[in-house]
């Protein structure tokens, strides 16, 4: 069992595109979540544009989210550990490289560089100059628990320097697309936890005994389920299962 | 005070071999680098390659879903030492044992042809499913192989994903969640890797030579190692690991090595060792010049050039996501063929044509064993593209 607080959020959807429209979204009772899905695209011009035009849509999410969470919290983003959650990392820069193979054309080695599921985590060390430890934790449709895990386990090496927490995945399209699951959605989400002197929360994770089954992402992502839960200051723990069960409550 | 942290057993499998009895002989009793002309992609000649030429087991039925390369190789290792997995597992019990393991590649080359497939008939292969390519598809592959119930996720951060696990397993076992953790790393040759440091213009034409002053790229190889890891001392103990990162560029290190720097003496600082303690340093020595150059200038500040290093990477290739694990266990096999005479150390293999313009470190040649009164003190550096850096350090108890 773990205890943390949390001393900063923010999230980015396609049609909740920013920290703003998430939370005015996460305070209305019965919120819809079609609302989450929509036609925009993350601002480039938040990072620097020789390097923005090298960045995917789910590197712009994930880095939308991250730089947003810190700017609007009091912590420096280049003070902060960095656990970086994907399931699916690049996957559309890796779908495009693998039809380039196909096609027996020469790839772009900035493509390739760039199509590692530690992409965005590094773009977010380069661009607050954090020289932190930083992981990037891929588990599937367990992915934000496990994420969340990492994040504790940083917590305990380093206790005096909170953790940031993201999550980023875009929708699999093309030949893919029949591996997505229903409801999928692109967003970007990211939080900073910390272990504090009377810390907030607690999180905890047991063996699973109803026989589980991967928890289809019918509704929210589980990441946007644990901010939503967070802002609305909901007192009924937070549970997640897949091969395990994860769960979020206030201490 | 923390307690004790032990890798008990290993399997493994790399160009040098499908166990750690055959893979010690060719690295250190009868040394004999695994590199193999592998075949030219596009137009690319033919480069020596770390590949696996033994057959490997397939992936159980009830598995399918997650059938590749990549899968086969991390099945073959973990075979390898599987009646101390089963006897993990017995005694514990399924949901106390969890996995943490790297990888770079996943099963890429399965999606590689699936993608092909695609093209030329407009729909995927019967056999390919996305769960092969996805990141987290190896762990989920170790989980359901071993049948285990623990938190089990895969860490991807390029060439120093499966260092990194160490830390991650570490904390599982110290926050009493698992009582053991399956961790290691597994990465299979694919036309995606080998054509994108092709075209990074990082590929050697010959067996690499790191620290030389010819030095001009990596062999790319394949392969897995596991570990399990549980509360204890011995027989090797993970004494420390260190991480940090560049904030430097995507495809090229600090060239000063400060976040090497950083990364090595973070793991000498949570083992409790001063860097004149170090028996032995496993250079991650990839053979770019930037890599070997910044690598050199960090160890030299950090350690000075008297400590005994050696790159391994000419022996099995660079094995990208898989190499801080496998390097770990050339690490751990040093320690486990201590004598009276010290412990072995794993050769640098090169051209011999020092590189005068870096600090001369002291390279290791063959046969070479260091006596060391008390525990042997091993560090091996993964650094990754983007920046990612992660040094581990394993001991030893001290005696025979």
């Known amino acids: 069992m773990f205890e943390f607080d949390v001393l900063g959020w923010s999230a980015w959807t396609p049609g909740l595109p920013g920290r703003d429209a998430f939370g005015d979204w996460v305070r209305e009772d019965d919120a819809d979540p079609d609302a989450l899905q929509g036609e925009a695209e993350p601002d480039p011009q938040r990072v620097p544009s020789r390097m923005s035009r090298r960045c995917s849509g789910v590197t712009l999410m994930g880095l939308d989210a991250a730089l947003t969470c810190c700017e609007t919290s009091e912590v420096d983003g280049e003070t902060v550990q960095v656990v970086w959650a994907t399931q699916h990392g690049e996957i559309n820069v890796t779908v495009d490289l693998l039809e380039s193979l196909a096609r027996e054309e020469l790839i772009s080695p900035t493509a390739f560089s760039n199509s590692v599921p530690n992409t965005p985590a590094a773009y977010f060390t380069i661009l607050t100059d954090n020289r932190n430890p930083t992981r990037t934790v891929c588990a599937g449709a367990g992915s934000f628990a496990h994420g969340f895990l990492d994040a504790m386990g940083m917590l305990e090496d380093r206790p005096d320097q909170p953790v940031l927490l993201v999550q980023a995945d875009e929708r699999l399209s093309g030949p893919l697309e029949p591996f997505g699951s229903e409801g999928a959605m692109p967003f970007g989400a990211a939080l900073i936890l910390s272990r504090g002197s009377d810390p907030e929360f607690r999180f905890d994770t047991g063996a699973e005994t109803s026989g589980g089954t991967h928890q289809k992402t019918t509704t929210l992502p589980p990441a946007l389920r644990f901010l939503r839960w967070h802002l609305r200051e909901d007192q009924t723990p937070l549970e997640l299962r897949g091969h395990r069960r994860w769960s979020w409550s206030r201490a | ?400």
Request: aromatic share 6%; charged share 25%; with cysteine.
């Open chain 2, 1 to 400: 005070m923390e307690p004790d942290i032990a890798l008990t057993d290993l399997g493994i499998v790399n160009a040098l071999g499908d166990d750690p009895g055959t893979v010690w002989k060719r690295l250190f009793r009868d040394p004999e680098p695994g590199l193999k002309d592998y075949p030219g992609i596009n137009d690319f000649p033919p480069v020596p390659t770390g590949v696996v030429e033994a057959a490997l087991p397939e992936v159980p039925d009830r598995l399918s879903a997650f059938d590749c390369r990549n899968n086969r190789l991390a099945r073959a290792a973990l075979d390898g030492f599987e009646s101390a997995l089963r006897g993990a597992v017995e005694s514990h019990g399924p949901d106390r044992v969890g996995v943490v393991v790297g990888t770079s590649t996943s099963g890429v080359g399965a999606a590689e042809d699936a993608v092909e497939h695609w093209l030329q008939e407009g729909s995927l292969p019967a056999s390919f499913d996305y769960r092969q390519m996805e990141m987290g598809g190896l762990a989920e592959f170790v989980r359901r192989y071993l049948n285990v119930t623990g938190p089990a996720y895969t860490v991807s951060t390029s060439c120093s994903s499966s260092a990194k696990v160490f830390a991650s397993a570490r904390a599982l076992l110290r926050r009493d969640l698992c009582d053991a953790v399956v961790v290691g790393g597994s990465d299979s040759l694919c036309g995606l890797t080998l054509n994108g440091f092709h075209a990074l213009q990082l590929v050697s034409e010959e067996p690499c030579n790191p620290m030389s002053r010819r030095r001009d790229g990596i062999n790319i190889g394949e392969g897995a190692a596991f570990f399990l890891m549980e509360p204890g001392s011995g027989p090797v103990r993970l004494a420390g690991v260190g991480e940090s990162s560049d904030a430097h560029s995507m495809n090229a290190p600090d060239p000063e090595g400060r976040g090497a720097e950083i990364s090595m003496h973070e793991a000498l600082r949570d083992a409790g060792r001063t860097p004149d303690k170090v028996t032995y340093l496993n250079l991650h020595g990839t053979a770019t010049p930037h890599n070997d150059a910044m690598e050199s200038k960090a160890v030299d500040r950090l350690c000075g050039t008297e400590v005994p290093c050696s790159s391994t990477k000419r022996f099995t290739g660079h094995l990208l996501g898989a190499a801080g694990a496998v390097e770990a266990a050339f690490c751990w096999l040093m320690l486990r063929n201590r004598s009276e005479d010290g412990i072995p150390l794993a050769p640098h293999r090169w051209d011999g044509e020092r590189d005068e313009s870096l600090p001369g470190l002291t390279l290791v040649g063959d046969d070479e064993r260091r006596e060391v009164p008390g525990p042997a003190v091993l560090m091996s550096n993964s650094f990754a593209f983007g920046g990612h850096n992660c040094s581990i350090v394993l001991e030893d108890a001290g005696d025979v």
